[in-house]
């Protein structure tokens, strides 16, 4: 989709069941050793039903949902997240973006973002995000 083809206020969103595996990996990759992400017995010292999703991983997800809706040739230009709540591991969220602002002539696209504990429909995080679309480059051979 291009940049033409959005609106403003355009919604685009999608349902995530948060898992273990998921988290292990997003960690490992970028070497959050935080107990609260993999050790049930640690979160529940701390008073939580059991470990938590990083938040880190919701930006993530973010990118994918972002490609999934505009394409390949997108690159992240700020994000601004802002946390109100947890998410456990096994709860499922809806992570919404919606486009704020057409900017045609600079390839910026402007967004906010929504993190949604389903079932409750309680917002646990939001935030700002703008990203560049990268314009086609005739590439001579």
């Known amino acids: ?32 050793t935080n107990r609260l992400h993999y050790d049930p017995a640690y979160a529940k010292t701390k008073g939580l039903k059991g470990c938590l999703v990083p938040g880190s991983l919701f930006v993530s997800w973010f990118s994918g949902l972002i490609v999934s809706v505009i394409g390949d040739g997108t690159v992240g230009s700020s994000e601004l997240s802002k946390f109100r709540g947890f998410v456990i591991i096994g709860e499922t969220i809806t992570l919404q973006i919606k486009v704020k602002k057409i900017r045609t002539g600079t390839g910026l696209l402007p967004l ?17 995000a703008t990203v560049t679309i990268l314009p086609d480059i005739v590439v001579e051979s």
């Open 112 to 128: 906010s973002c929504l993190v949604i504990l389903d079932g409750k429909n309680v917002p646990v995080a939001h935030g700002e």
């Open 1 to 32: 989709m291009s940049i033409e083809q959005l609106t403003e206020g355009q919604t685009f969103e999608t349902t995530i069941l948060t898992n273990q595996e998921e988290v292990s990996m997003h960690c490992k990759i970028g070497r959050d």
